[in-house]
């Protein structure tokens, strides 16, 4: 029985520890959160909340409690190292160092990795460090451009030229007001395709793929609205996607397992844990969006319940570099992830619905779904939601239309000042993105 700590508090630390939890080794599972999860503790021996910077506290919490390994779920402590105090304290993690971790926390070093190692897959781009150059180059991508800060922005701060700024005086003003956060700013081509997730389980040498899932940033139903951490997401039964191709994914494989080398060689640390791309299928073949060190949260949620392998022996490959020994399984089943939000969710703070960021919300009967507690505070008068994603609802089946009809049907039964993309997993929506592939590649 061996004794696991998961760190982290959202419904993609709920699923992970609801899959430790059904494995055949009985694990003892403990979790630091940095607010109470009730779906997390339902799994847990123990918790212990604080702050994720508290390593010395995450330390001697593991310490304490006897943890043979740890399973790092958000990006935050694996910036904050988080990996490197355990190791020191010899305890192993699930997930990757704080070096090799920059793959997520730093887009600029990403982006240099792949062109420094002649990797395939990085668009147009250019890093300033001061407006100087910056008119010149945004003139220079005729088809638009795409602005990002180089460190964490929980997938809100990329802006794009079409939806945040319409010319090169606006790409101006968003790069001015980076730099002066940041100090560097990056620049790319905007591309034109459709985007998917290809999350991949890494021991620093051996890369092996998990089903490909598509997720939703936009806060409304059609793509519209701000973007926020994700609002849903879905996969398919072949683990594909009906607008990808074979080589789509056989190229976005290839160019992890080239980036898992370089970055080995980079920074001398092998990477531990999971190689989330994401990516954007083109007319001239898959591009990079960008890489994350962890589970993509909602896309978790999508692929975990159909983890066949036992995830306790999975973890102890990638801690011991073990890997292709292990033969990794996934049900041939669809999914679909829809988020249950704040109806404010998104939206500016004097709006009329930024009230709901506070309400309690009711669950009802909700069966054959997975759901999966996100941010909510649990209450002697019940669930509370707070200002960010609140219940992630999995419907999973043989086909997409049933997956997508369970996840419709609870979240019906589900009570409150509520809001969620109705569109995510539907024949229209997936009908829409296979005829946008069919035009660009003719």
Sequence with gaps: MPSILVIGNGAREHVIAETLARSV??????????SNNPGIAAHCLETRMGSYGDLEGITAFAREKGIDFAVVGPEDPLEKGVVDALAAAGIPSMGPRREPARLETSKVFTRNLLKKYGIPGNPAFRVFSSITG???????????????PDGLTGGKGVMVQGDHFDDVDGALAICENILEDSGSVLVEAKLDGEEFSLQCFCDGETVVP????????RRFAGDRGPNTGGMGSYSFSDHSLPFLRPEDTAEALVITRRVAEALRGETGIPFKGVMYGGWIATAEGVRLLEYNARFGDPEAMNVLPLLK?????????????????????FERRATVCKYVVPKGYGLP??????ASRESRI????AEGVNLYYSSVDKREGGLYMTSSRALGVVGIADDIVEAERRAEAAIGAIGGPVDHRVDIGTEDLIRRRISHMKALRG
């Design 210 to 217: 998990m089903p490909a899932v598509q997720d939703h940033k």
């Design 25 to 34: 080794h009985h694990p003892k599972l403990f979790a630091f959160m940095k």
């Design 134 to 148: 910056v008119r010149e180059f945004l003139k220079e991508l005729d088809g638009g451009a795409v602005i990002k």
């Design 362 to 365: 009711v669950i009802g009967q």
């Design 309 to 329: 392998t036992d995830f306790v022996d999975l973890c102890r490959s990638i801690v011991d570099g073990t890997l292709s020994d292990l033969e990794v399984a």
């Design 349 to 354: 703070a004097d709006h009329p619905d930024a």
